[in-house]
């Protein structure tokens, strides 16, 4: 047995996990055509990486290159998924201060805010809900931070969403921004 047999197992095996995760991921986004690619192309490699495992039984390297390969795969996977940060997520935040500088930083970032007065376990809060594209996450973490260095938020995927405030976009093969919101003037309604 040569060496470039465990190596292919190895090149084979993280490409099949790293495939499959994003498969996943893409399954749970919706995004049907990405994931359909995804699975035959997982599959096709699969079917070389386990026959020759299968067929290399008692070769040591073999089997050890494809546990090595199912690991690094599985980092890889994750780690592809985070730098494309695709999707969207709802933004909760909790907070028993006075809401209106953070949504007034939220509103001036384009993002859209709705908030509604609750009462928590130590007496009334506002809950402060913005929808966001993943890749803007780590802006919108800042500006509650500086809001609050403490403050509580929780972040979900959302599968789907349809009108509401977002940011303006940029037409591919263009420059100028067009409209991907209606901008609405806040006001507080007291009952």
Known sequence: MSW????????????????????????????????????MIESTIWLFAIGQVVSNLSHLPCSIAYALGFTCGSFLGMTIEEKLAIGTQVVRIITAKDPDALIDKLTAADFGVTCVEGDGIAGPVNVIFTIVKRHQMKEVDKLLRQFDPHVFYTVEDVRSSRRGVFRERH????????????????????L
């Open 4 to 39: 470039w047999l465990p190596v292919s197992i190895f090149l084979a095996e993280t490409c099949v996990v790293s495939s499959s995760t994003l498969r996943s991921i893409f399954v749970a986004r919706g995004l049907k055509k990405y994931a359909v690619l995804l699975g």
């Open 171 to 190: 037409d591919k093969g263009t420059s100028e921004r067009v409209p991907f919101r209606v901008k609405m003037e806040r006001e507080r309604v007291e």
